[in-house]
């Protein structure tokens, strides 16, 4: 399809790693392998909801792995 984003570039099916976040803005888990169309030009990249659907049901069940990360804020 053609990227709505930039409006000139084309999408190809790709696997990428999406973050879910919450409403803090802060990543509460990493999904890999997660089916997407990504813009060729801007990398944007485009997810369907069916795929979103499957996440949600899969973010019911235990990680593979659980990281910890350090927060920082560069607030002043
Ligand atoms: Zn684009």
Redo the contacts with the bound molecule.
């Keep these: 399809m053609k990227?709505v984003?930039?409006k000139?570039?084309k999408t190809h099916a790709r696997k990428v790693t999406v973050e879910r976040h919450n409403r803090a803005g802060e990543p509460i888990a990493v999904i890999h392998n997660f089916p997407a169309e990504v813009?060729a030009?801007?990398g944007?990249e485009y997810y369907s909801a069916k795929d979103w659907q499957k996440a949600e049901r899969l973010l019911a069940k235990s990680p593979v792995k659980v990281a910890k990360v350090p927060v920082y804020d560069l607030r002043p």
């Design positions: 990227c984003f930039c000139q570039g813009c030009v801007c944007e």
